[in-house]
């Protein structure tokens, strides 16, 4: 059974960082692409980063462009979303998703993360 | 960047009836397209992908169609259980979700 274990998340203030992991099970990690997902509060989904198997490739939306960096350690089979410079704004609980399908970049997700949830206040 | 617009935002809708909710691309995107349902407080689900495609253990009352810039997700017998919030998502270019649309007992 796939499970895919999200934490990190907490209060932190404007400017700051974080690091956000998802722990990853029962499927073959390192051949996955991985996303992370945010949903601000009462608000719908917005992709936020992706990045391939090998970790040659990383996405990112224009709204965390240059202060997020995704990165994942496949031995761990875990995913890290690094969050600098951080704005109310970012405030959202973040999910780590995986694709439903093996290689490319056209892909639905096919299972999330429960969720962190990452409060950007002074 | 491709947008995705759902129609309605919020529907009322009693335990029976059938429901359509709408989704627009701003391009074509094929039928690079799917759709979640989200509940409160819980991780979004697959139900659809493919624009028609159900998802392993999806029951079958829910159903999809559509392709290029304009799809539907049907219900076609609302069960208590189906009280939440969908989002349809197109992954052409990138990925994004529509905005939501929440299923409103009536």
């Known amino acids: 059974e796939v499970q895919l274990l999200d934490s990190g998340g907490g209060l932190v203030q404007p400017g700051g960082s974080l690091r956000l992991s998802c722990a990853a099970s029962?499927?073959?990690?390192?051949?996955?692409?991985m996303s992370w997902v945010r949903q601000a509060p009462g608000k719908g989904l917005e992709w936020v980063s992706g990045?391939?198997?090998?970790?040659?490739?990383?996405h990112y939306a224009d709204s965390v462009k240059g202060r997020f960096t995704m990165s994942r350690d496949n031995p761990k089979n875990t995913l890290y979303l690094h969050m600098n410079s951080l704005r109310a704004e970012d405030t959202a609980v973040y999910y780590c998703?995986?694709?439903?399908?093996?290689?490319?970049?056209?892909?639905?997700?096919?299972?999330w993360g429960q969720g962190t949830l990452v409060t950007v206040s002074s | 960047d491709i947008q995705m617009t759902q129609s309605p935002s919020t529907l009322s809708a009693s335990v029976g009836d059938r429901v359509t909710i709408t989704c627009r691309a701003s391009q074509s995107i094929g039928s690079w397209l799917a759709w979640y349902q989200q509940k409160p407080g819980k991780a979004p689900k697959l139900l659809i992908f493919a624009a028609s495609s159900l998802e392993s253990g999806v029951p079958s009352r829910f159903s999809g169609s559509g392709s290029g810039t304009e799809f539907t997700l049907t219900i076609s017998s609302l069960q208590p259980d189906d009280f939440a919030s969908y989002y349809c998502?197109?992954?052409?270019?990138?990925?994004?979700f529509g905005q939501g649309t929440k299923v409103e007992i009536k």
């Open positions: 998703a995986k694709p439903g399908v093996v290689g490319g970049t056209m892909y639905y997700f096919d299972s």
């Open positions: 990045i391939s198997g090998r970790s040659d490739t990383t």
């Open positions: 998502q197109q992954y052409n270019s990138y990925w994004t």
């Open positions: 029962g499927f073959t990690f390192s051949i996955y692409a």
